[in-house]
């Protein structure tokens, strides 16, 4: 057994948890089941949603639950964590502190990889929950790296939150015309985050677009190495 081991928040929601399982499993290089990484995943699908949280303006149950987790990945020997959920790094700081793994900020290695690709000065759009623009969590990381970050209207906005919640998060397919109206508004950007995790389960063909970044790819593509793992040897992989 590996001496590392992979620690996943996860179950916000389910169906994104998966997609970042399948991304560590596709991204990995391995022949046989012991070349790829030991893994704890925890699927708290019962998590109080982070966006109400937010905008009820109370955390500390949110933060209560998340103790609990880490808790039990610290019991099952996780040397790194991963929060699948762009809204909970709401409470990064906080998180750090009360536990000894280290812990992936998913958002600010987004932003670093973006500086990398696209230089001081690009304007980056960002697709999130009403929770993640609210509380500026790409807004403050996108600025720290010397880019600008760039939000859809207030009405598109909610066209946003229908894809996440009215269609991914119940299992439907996401509106088209949402998510043509969103990218209409973020024709000046150099690229799109896709800065929620549901926006990540939806089909590579929606936002099949070079100028589309998912963070929770570039989270596997930096875990997996962390982990004792090894990259494939795919160009479009070690350059994310």
Do not use: W
Request: hydrophobic share 40%; proline share 3%.
């Amino acid at each position: 057994m590996k001496n590392k081991v992979l620690g996943v928040i996860g179950g916000m929601g389910p169906l994104a948890t998966d997609v970042f399982y399948r991304n560590i499993i596709e991204f990995t290089d391995a022949e046989c089941d012991q070349d790829h990484i030991d893994m704890v995943i925890l699927s708290h699908a019962s998590m109080p949603d982070r966006t109400e949280a937010i905008e009820k303006g109370d955390l500390s149950e949110l933060l209560a639950e998340m103790k609990k987790d880490f808790r039990i990945l610290e019991d099952a020997g996780a040397t790194l964590a991963v929060i699948t959920c762009n809204t909970a790094h709401v409470l990064y700081r906080q998180i750090s502190e009360l536990t000894k793994i280290p812990v992936m900020h998913m958002p600010l290695e987004t932003a670093k990889y973006i500086r990398k690709k696209y230089g001081k000065g690009a304007k980056v759009g960002i697709l999130a929950t009403d929770g993640t623009i609210k509380q500026g969590i790409y807004h403050s990381v996108i600025r720290e790296m010397g880019l600008v970050p760039v939000d859809v209207s207030e009405e598109c906005q909610k066209r946003v939150m229908n894809i996440i919640y009215g269609c991914v998060k119940k299992g439907l397919p996401a509106d088209m015309s949402d998510v043509e109206a969103a990218v209409k508004q973020l024709d000046e950007c150099s690229c799109i985050v896709l800065g929620c995790t549901e926006l990540s389960a939806v089909s590579d063909e929606v936002f099949a677009d070079d100028r589309f970044i998912d963070p929770m790819k570039i989270a596997a593509r930096i875990a997996i190495p962390a982990a004792g793992g090894k990259l494939r040897d795919d160009k479009n992989i070690k350059d994310m």
